[in-house]
């Protein structure tokens, strides 16, 4: 599956962006997605995921109850809507594939979209 992510941008602390995730290539509903993010000098870290149908998702401690992960599978399409944002949440947001799984750390991640940046001032 090839992904191709948008929606990154500034924006100042407090304040909201919805990311989102374009899927082609194969059968979306296929796949388990997340969002994983890599800050400068830091690894890449588990954000939010979740599952073929939509109906489970599975989010990072510092995502919990600030972040929304969705799917729209007639559109082959993943969402993460970020809401209260911070500074810590600068970053380049990936979106990544698992077919018929869900991805929840670097090593399950099967495809990964290009990267979109983040950026929180404060």
């Known amino acids: 599956v090839q992904l191709q992510a948008s929606g990154g941008g500034l924006v100042q602390a407090g304040g909201s962006l919805r990311l989102s995730c374009a899927a082609s290539?194969?059968?979306?509903?296929?796949?388990?997605m997340a969002w994983f993010r890599q800050a400068p000098g830091k690894e890449r870290e588990f954000v939010a995921a979740i599952n073929l149908s939509g109906g489970n998702t599975y989010y990072a401690d510092s995502a919990k109850g600030r972040f929304t992960i969705s799917r729209d599978n007639a559109k082959n399409t993943v969402y993460l809507l970020m809401n209260s944002l911070k500074p810590e949440d600068t970053a380049v947001y990936y979106c990544a594939a698992r077919v018929l799984g869900i991805p929840k750390t670097v090593s399950d991640v099967r495809s990964w979209g290009q990267g979109t940046q983040v950026t929180v001032s404060s």
């Open positions: 290539g194969r059968t979306f509903s296929s796949y388990g």
